[in-house]
């Protein structure tokens, strides 16, 4: 990242400017934007553009109608700096980005969005940025800079150090939000944070900017001077008074420009010599005392001493300072910028605003395939239906209406809040409280609460196809022809300036170089202009000053003067605007004719704001491709006028309009049939949707459910086979034990027998032999086809250590062994342990 910065000082005024060029990488483009930030905010970013002042007037007029500076203000209270707040208005004011530079700065936008959802945004508001930018100044001058002004240069590197821990937690969690935070994943992660000088300044300074008894020992000293000699005035001034015990009532101790003295009350004589430093009529006198001078003169000097050794810390931290100024003052940079393109975050969430689909419209009405819409959500191919659309605000609203609504609404229920939190209080304080008129009260805040929340703004749906290059919209007064005017002129402004499009779904708005604007009735006095001659006179304006890729919009075209010469004229100068004036011109009016323009030119499109005949009120909702009717004469029947005007009227405006407007009745009441079948239907789309998502979370939750039970059955199988099998290797232990007990004994009962046998037998004849059944136990073993011979499967043998038959199931030749099983037990024996 590249950055330059420079602060300059002006004589007559204090003016600091910081600028900063930072590279940002784009999938089809890399651009530079140019990012000022100074204490006095008129002048466009760009040092080659014309500043705001030489606009043309006609821009600055239609910004002015537009209430475009309302919305900048809107945007500046959700900077948490003062500089913030003062760059968000000079970036919002300078219109003068390329399609380029809006891109950047929606996608700066959707990544602040991203950090701000996740969480990993910091508030601004924890820092002065007006002393950070004092004391870099004072810094570069090599002056000492205040203890306050450290810290709150420690307070900018802690929260970009906080900043950056927040944006690495994130990554580390999942990487894809690398991405998501881009631009500003870069923009953050590549400033350099100096620990040593947060410590160094933390080491000298406390937090309340005063700088520590520890950091030098010249201060220490000079400190503890200063110290000492107070407690000795203290206790001198003290001692003065008590000696004049009579006058003590009216004495007391006082400091005068850091000297030690006395008050004494009006005309009150003293009994201790002194200088007198200040006497007044009514107020009596102050003294210093002879004995307190030398005091107080070696005081002064212990203060200058202090001050001094303070200095002395701060130059140290200046010098230290220095070292890192070109860091400290990017770091400075990028934070007021961050604050900026967060400002636009959060304002954007706020009021619920959906990121645009920006794009760029050439001349042959081909587009620029830039691949710049702000991630997959606003991209034309995930929204077929908006492919044919140059303009598509679906449920767009106007930002001021909506803030208006929000802060009203916001008012309310703060009123309840404090209406009984005083209620509360009232009880808690035992004051009588009048039940009657307290309950009265809550529910008519109650009441209006309920109705805002039941009456929010009317949300307008725009749609303008890409061969249409006019737009007619006809209507009653105050049916709302003005306010969609606005609503697309504030929403293209809001797009190009980086901020989200407030509207319920995600929206597509092609890029305008201007957005030109004659609205209202107003009376040019200063230049003795009739309300006709001032529209004419700023039509021609904008006229002159449109291009092919400006939006144009005009509000009651042709009105003012007679009507067949305003309609020829209006009818005149929107063919013009369709041949070449602008990309996009959208007209009010009340003139029939030039509702029939869209039948002759299909550059031409029409529209009509509903009106509710038998409520006698507007709806605010467009009802596109009919002209829009006459209503006067049904209003005025229903207002209760004479049968005889009413009909005297009708046959005086004709036959022939009447008949044109039944035709366009039938037309309303078509396309309002069918707007409520693709409302209903939208509506019926949106629960299947909604259950889809829910059917799918349901197979989701099911399939983990299922995943889970056999992981818990599994882990239970071998939770329950690991006891078994410890449970049969404890047992087969207690067998072992158990058989080789017997087996002893037996070796032992049968060696026993054996030799009295013997004995006995060697007595009668010493060449007799022992049976083999006898002294089986205790002859040798002998090989297998010498002996016996092996048993077959299914044979049932003797085991004299278990004194138990068992059942053969496996012989094995090779290794004379014999698997048996005797009652539950399998054992795997030598052939010389069992008895066939």
């Known amino acids: 990242m590249l950055l330059s910065i420079s602060l300059l000082s002006n004589s007559s005024a204090s003016f600091a400017t910081v600028a900063f060029t930072v590279p940002k990488v784009h999938s089809v483009f890399r651009h530079s934007i140019k990012f000022k930030v100074h204490a006095f905010l008129n002048k466009p970013l760009d040092s080659n553009s014309k500043p705001a002042s030489n606009q043309p ?38 219109l003068n980005q390329t399609f380029e530079d809006s891109l950047g700065l929606l996608e700066e936008t959707n990544a602040a969005v991203e950090m701000n959802k996740y969480g990993a945004m910091v508030d601004f508001n924890g820092i002065d940025i007006e002393l950070v930018k004092t004391a870099i100044q004072i810094a570069r001058r090599g002056f000492p800079v205040s203890g306050t002004e450290a810290m709150n240069v420690v307070a900018l590197l802690q929260f970009v150090e906080m900043l950056q821990s927040n944006v690495k937690a994130a990554i580390k969690q999942d990487a894809e939000w690398y991405q998501r935070f881009m631009p500003l994943t870069e923009m953050i992660m590549e400033l350099a944070i100096s620990r040593s000088l947060v410590r160094f300044i933390q080491q000298l300074v406390d937090e309340d900017g005063s700088v520590k008894d520890s950091a030098s020992s010249a201060l220490k000293q000079s400190r503890d001077q200063v110290r000492l000699l107070e407690r000795k005035l203290y206790q001198l001034m003290e001692s003065i008074i008590r000696n004049g015990m009579e006058e003590a009532s009216s004495m007391e101790v006082s400091e005068i420009d850091g000297r030690w003295c006395i008050r004494s009350g009006f005309n009150q004589r003293t009994s201790f010599e002194g200088l007198l430093l200040s006497s007044a009529s009514g107020t009596g006198s102050v003294v210093e005392p002879l004995s307190a001078v030398p005091l107080n003169d070696a005081l002064q000097q212990a203060k200058a001493s202090v001050s001094k050794a303070e200095a002395d810390v701060l130059l140290k931290i200046t010098q230290k300072m220095q070292e890192e100024i070109d860091y400290i003052e990017s770091i400075f940079s990028v934070m007021v910028r961050l604050d900026v393109i967060n400002a636009r975050a959060r304002y954007s969430l706020a009021f619920g605003g959906a990121c645009p689909d920006l794009f760029l419209q050439q001349q042959t009405d ?7 819409s702000l991630k997959a959500k606003t991209s034309v191919t995930l929204h077929p239906k908006r492919s044919k659309w140059t303009v598509y605000l679906p449920k767009a609203y106007h930002p001021l209406l909506l803030q208006k609504h929000q802060q009203a609404l916001q008012k309310a229920m703060k009123d309840i809040k404090n209406a009984n939190a005083e209620i509360r209080r009232r009880k808690q304080q035992g004051e009588t409280i009048l039940r009657e008129e307290t309950n009265a009260n809550l529910q008519s805040l109650e009441a209006k609460v ?15 196809a890409h061969n249409t290059r006019v737009l007619v919209i006809t209507g009653p007064n105050t049916g709302g022809k003005t306010i969609c005017l606005k ?16 509207a319920s779904e ?7 170089d201007f957005v030109f604007a004659d609205i209202g009735d107003e ?59 602008s990309l996009l011109t959208i007209a009010t009016t009340h003139h029939g004719e030039l509702k029939t323009l869209k039948y002759s030119n299909h550059a031409f499109e029409n529209a009509c704001m509903e009106f509710d005949e038998m409520k006698l009120k507007p709806t605010y909702r ?39 407007n039944e035709v366009i009745l039938d037309m309303e009441r078509f396309k309002q049939n069918f707007h409520e079948q693709v409302r209903e239907s939208q509506h019926l789309l949106k629960l299947t949707k909604g259950l889809h998502h829910k059917l799918l979370t349901a197979r989701k939750k099911v399939k983990e459910h299922n995943i889970n039970q056999r992981s818990r059955k599994v882990q239970e199988i071998s939770e329950a086979a690991a006891v078994a099998r410890s449970s049969i290797q404890r047992r087969a232990r207690q067998y072992r034990a158990i058989s080789s007990q017997l087996s002893q004994k037996i070796l032992e009962s049968n060696g026993h027998t054996s030799t009295v046998k013997s004995e006995a037998k060697k007595e009668k004849s010493e060449t007799s032999e022992a049976t083999p059944a006898v002294c089986s136990a205790s002859t040798s073993r002998l090989p297998v086809s010498e002996t016996r011979k092996l048993p077959n499967v299914g044979d049932s043998v003797h085991v004299p250590s278990l004194n138990k038959q068992a059942l053969v199931l496996k012989v094995d030749a090779s290794r004379e062994e014999l698997l048996v099983q005797a009652g539950n037990m399998k054992l795997k024996l030598k052939l010389t342990d069992v008895l066939t």
């Open 57 to 94: 007037s006609v821009l600055i007029d239609s910004l002015r109608v537009l209430e475009w500076d309302k919305l900048c203000d809107s945007v500046a209270s959700f900077a948490g700096t003062s500089l913030g707040k003062k760059a968000i208005k000079e970036q919002l004011g300078y």
């Open 366 to 372: 081909s587009f620029v395939d830039t691949d710049a």
């Open 450 to 464: 309920a109705k805002l929340k039941e009456e929010p703004p009317v949300p307008v749906d725009i749609y303008v």
């Open 487 to 502: 609503t697309v002129a504030l929403a293209a402004l809001m797009a190009k300036s980086g901020l989200y499009v407030l």
């Open 506 to 512: 995600p929206v597509k708005i092609p890029w305008f």
């Open 523 to 581: 009376q040019s006095l200063s230049q003795s202009l009739s309300t006709f001659s001032g529209h004419l006179k700023q039509i021609s304006k904008i006229r002159s000053h449109s291009t092919d890729m400006s939006l144009v919009l005009l509000d009651e075209v042709g009105a003012g003067t007679n009507p067949l010469e305003g309609a020829a004229l209006g009818m005149s100068l929107l063919e013009s605007f369709a041949e070449s004036g």
């Open 622 to 660: 467009i009802l596109w491709g009919i002209p829009g009717r006459s209503n006067a004469i049904n209003i005025a029947e229903r207002l209760g006028m004479p049968d005889v005007i009413v009909h005297k009227a009708r046959e005086l405006y004709g036959a022939a309009s009447a008949e044109i």
